[in-house]
């Protein structure tokens, strides 16, 4: 541009200060500016020390727009520099330039960041003035920066308020820099008074993902479902606190052991894995096997499984398989090993390796309980299996397993995709209730006659 003697108009220079702002690189960003609102040349390498020291009247005759003004506060406010994101905002007022909720958003975070409370509220009062109504990030930002500060009630009172403007709260915290759990403890007990219960719980069983150990804030979860008459929710958050109470008893002992020169053996650490697994504590779990794999003895079958399971609820897919796969060379893998790994790749939509499993399942006799029958059932339902369904479900009742609500559930779902009506299942269902002898031979048949009119050439039923 400057080669052919086009002038950058505010729109390029916004471009450009929006990516040195983004890459973090704030001084160049600012300078750039101030070379642009000069009229000085941009050429590369050509920014002088003189240059970026101006005056305070330096854009006295630029009228910029306010999503310049924006970019330029929002620069200052990442280089941490307070003074010029406040001259910026004043010189925007000045001007008749009207801020918007993005610019308040801004300056709140800005000033709340460097403790200028009163300054924050200011900024609220001129909100009000400008009739600029504040958004659901606007109140994040001030629940989060009153928490900061150890003001419960008044980060509850903006949570309060954001309910009386009818925003819908976020079901996370904004990504401020140390979360603490004084900060959950606030939202928790927040959405609690805003009977937000639900949210409340997303909350809490979010605190691992920003590395924050809920411990402490079992109490106030289980004291607002309580209080709300949601004993079963309150009842399952208690005895997790108490497998939380017993992780930090085992890491006392594990701790003291360490002090008094005791080394860690394969028993305590099977323990510690079993109890990880129990609350959820996957990284804790990880270097734990890790001292599990290079000692002599190695991790038992349970101690694999438990990891393989830990891997499986956040999708690491790959590390599952390594542990798979190292248990069955060395011939630990057992039916709840497969049945984990087939339940892994069925929630993720891998049906091919699933199928798989489930043949590996068969091939090796560890097809024999309720859970496993239930599992390869459900597999063949989703991916459109009538055949192999109806027939996995025939071997459970040779087995002598006897089916569960579940694996009625899932044999409903097939007979309505095959165009039978909820009518006659609910009278199976009903037949089933009143005689379950009767009732499990009237689902055999109705199923058995599914596949015979599907034939041997259809085995999808249109699923």
């Known amino acids: ?64 727009s306010s999503y310049t003004y924006n970019t330029l506060i929002d620069t200052y406010g990442k280089a941490g520099q307070l003074k010029e ?15 918007t909720t993005v610019t308040f958003n801004t300056m709140i975070h800005i000033c709340g960041n460097h403790g200028q409370l009163e300054e924050v509220a200011l ?47 976020d079901l996370m915290l904004p990504r401020t820099e140390q979360l603490t759990v004084l900060e959950f403890n606030v939202m928790i007990k927040a959405y609690g008074l805003g009977k937000n219960y639900d949210k409340a719980c997303v909350l809490f069983d979010s605190m691992e993902s920003y590395g924050v150990v809920p411990i402490f804030s079992y109490s106030s979860l289980i004291q607002i479902l309580a209080s709300a008459d949601l004993p079963d929710k309150a009842k399952y ?17 594990v701790d003291a052991m360490k002090r008094a020169g005791l080394p860690g053996n394969t028993v305590v650490y099977n323990s510690l894995i079993k109890l990880y697994t129990k609350v959820g504590y996957l990284r804790e779990a990880q270097e734990t096997y890790k001292l599990l794999q ?30 798979f796969v190292s248990m069955k060379r060395n011939g630990d893998a057992n039916e709840f090993t497969f049945a984990m790994m087939l339940c892994m790749y069925k929630r ?29 059932l ?23 397993i006897q089916p569960d609500d579940w694996t009625f559930k899932s044999l409903g779902i097939v007979l309505v995709k095959c165009g039978i009506s909820k009518r006659a299942i609910g009278k199976l269902e009903a037949t089933r209730e009143k005689d379950p002898k009767s009732g499990l031979q009237a689902w055999l048949m109705a199923l058995s006659t599914i596949v015979e009119i599907g034939g041997d050439d259809d085995d999808t039923c249109d699923l």
């Open 294 to 323: 290079s000692s002599d003895v190695g991790p038992d079958a349970y101690s694999s499984n438990c990891m393989i399971d830990l891997y499986s609820e956040h999708s690491m897919v790959k590390q599952a398989e390594e542990i």
């Open 378 to 400: 459900g597999l063949y339902v989703l991916d459109g299996r009538l055949k192999e369904a109806v027939g996995t479900f025939k071997e459970m009742v040779e087995a002598a």
């Open 85 to 99: 994101a406040s001259e910026t905002f004043a010189e925007m007022l000045r001007k008749g330039i009207v801020p």
């Open 1 to 64: 541009m400057n080669e052919r003697g086009m002038e950058p108009d505010e729109v390029t220079m916004g471009i450009v200060v929006q990516m040195y702002k983004k890459a973090g690189e704030f001084q160049k960003a600012e300078e750039f500016f101030k070379k642009w609102s000069l009229g000085e040349s941009l050429k590369h390498g050509g920014i002088s020390k003189a240059s970026s020291r101006l005056e305070n009247d330096t854009r006295a005759n630029l009228f910029l």
């Open 348 to 376: 993720l939509g891998r049906f091919e390796e699933a199928i798989q499993i489930a043949k590996q399942m068969r091939e090796l006799g560890l097809l024999t309980d309720l859970l496993s029958f239930n599992n390869v």
């Open 123 to 169: 900024l609220m009062q001129k909100m009000e003035e400008l009739r600029c109504p504040p958004d659901t990030r606007t109140y994040n930002i001030l629940i989060s920066l009153h928490t900061k500060h150890n003001d419960i009630n008044m980060a509850a009172g903006f949570f309060k308020r954001m309910k009386e403007d009818q925003l819908q709260p």
């Open 237 to 253: 958050y208690e005895e997790d606190a108490e497998g939380q109470d017993c992780v930090k008893k085992a890491i006392t002992y």
